[in-house]
């Protein structure tokens, strides 16, 4: 067993940051009163969600009142989704979507027509960007909501959310924005980004699992998708995280704030890391040549099984993943790699590595030489096995 782990695998998770964790720490020990109650403990807690509340407002140019604290990335994207389709249906039932939404929207989207509603799945070009004007041309005056995602989380492709939300914004249509792998990575504005709805998952910026948060912009209404106390304004039931929701706006302040030290840092590995791997015979770049995230490097192998590059990864303690964490172990190709039109001997052999802020050159190096020798080994096997 390697002595430690190279981990590369940031978007499927990252790790705590030990400042988050000691501004949660009072709230898992001491501070353990629920925030609906009256008496100093409640009103503690409840002090520390209007606080994180106001930190989140700040860190994306939004106001307090327009933050909602979810259960995590996933709950974010149905809340905004659902709540605003079903808020609106008496308006229309059509919804503009992207082929390459994570799951969480996706399905939202496919659970939708099962009531009624009439869904458009945007296609994408070769490097997963949705055009502009093909939305344009899918609204109709039945759409009530547009949701496409500010990066990708497989392939890393940043999408032209602001020219889409000032589309939907002169036609006054609600546009959400799946900003979860952005979140650490991208500054977040949303009045720059002409956003209705937003969502963010804090595990993704070194904050805690279990925690989301939804951006709603004034005057829009969503119906709410947990029944309950009224607890968020009413839009969202459930006695709050406490801990979890401090934790979320401290990494998220924390993030945001140090974009412009980390940013350089990682898009350097990242730059190196390309060019370490494309030296590898049939490999390519997927993805974005250049609207992408500053720390996701993504690459398909011809004729190799993706999987098994993890699995010998995995023996040099090297963490990665062959796309979303929810498309591993699956054996069908990714549906993101498909959108874009990659053929399935290409699509089979895909790898996702993406950096964190402790991630060395020195990690980088060691994968840059192992990679060429398991793609090799891998490939000969698959020869003999015909
Ligand atoms: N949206 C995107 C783009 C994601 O990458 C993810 C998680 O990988 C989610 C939504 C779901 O977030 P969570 O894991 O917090 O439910």
């Known amino acids: 067993m390697p002595e430690r782990t190279i981990y590369l695998d940031h978007a499927a998770t990252t790790p705590l940051d ?30 520390a969600i209007d606080h994180a509340r106001e930190q989140v407002a700040e860190a994306i140019h939004a106001r307090p009142t327009e933050i909602a604290f979810v259960g995590c990335g996933s709950e974010s994207d149905n809340l905004a989704i659902k709540g605003m389709a079903f808020a609106s249906q008496k308006k229309g039932k059509h919804i503009i979507t992207s082929s390459i939404e994570h799951h969480a929207a996706l399905h939202t989207c496919q659970y939708l027509e099962r009531f009624g509603f009439t869904v458009t799945y945007l296609p994408v070009d070769e490097y997963g960007r949705v055009d502009p004007s093909e939305v344009e041309r899918a609204l109709t005056d039945q759409t009530t909501l547009v949701s496409i995602m500010y990066a ?29 792998q952005a979140g650490g990575a991208l500054p977040i504005d949303v009045v720059a980004l002409y956003a209705d709805l937003l969502s963010l998952s804090a595990h993704k910026f070194y904050g805690p699992k279990g925690v989301g948060i939804l951006y709603v912009r004034q005057g829009m209404r969503i119906l709410p998708q947990l029944q309950g106390g009224s607890q968020e304004r009413g839009r969202r039931a459930g006695t709050e995280n406490v801990a979890g929701i401090v934790g979320a706006a401290t990494a998220l302040r924390l993030a945001q704030e140090e974009l412009p030290e980390v940013t350089p840092r990682i898009t350097a590995l990242r730059d190196r890391l390309i060019e370490g791997i494309l030296a590898i015979p049939g490999s390519r770049l997927t993805g974005h040549p250049t609207h992408r995230l500053p720390n996701n490097a993504s690459f ?20 990665a993943s062959t796309g979303s964490a929810c498309t591993s172990g699956s054996v069908d190709p990714s549906h993101v790699l498909v959108a874009m039109g990659l053929p399935p001997e290409w699509s089979h052999g895909s790898l996702r590595l993406t950096l964190g802020k402790g991630n060395t050159e020195a990690e980088i190096e060691t994968l840059i030489s192992a990679l060429p020798g398991i793609v090799e080994k891998l490939r000969n096997l698959g020869a003999q096995a015909l």
Do not use: W
């Open 18 to 47: 030990k400042r988050v964790l000691d501004a949660m720490m009072p709230y898992l020990t001491t501070e353990y009163g629920n925030a609906s109650s009256i008496y100093t403990l409640g009103r503690h807690a409840m002090q």
């Open 152 to 180: 990708n989380n497989e392939v890393g492709t940043i999408e032209p959310i602001e020219e889409i939300g000032r589309i939907c914004r002169a036609r006054k249509i609600p546009f959400h924005v799946d900003a979860v």
């Open 300 to 319: 398909c192998f011809e004729g190799v099984e993706g999987e098994s590059i993890l699995l010998n990864l995995d023996l040099l303690g090297v963490a």
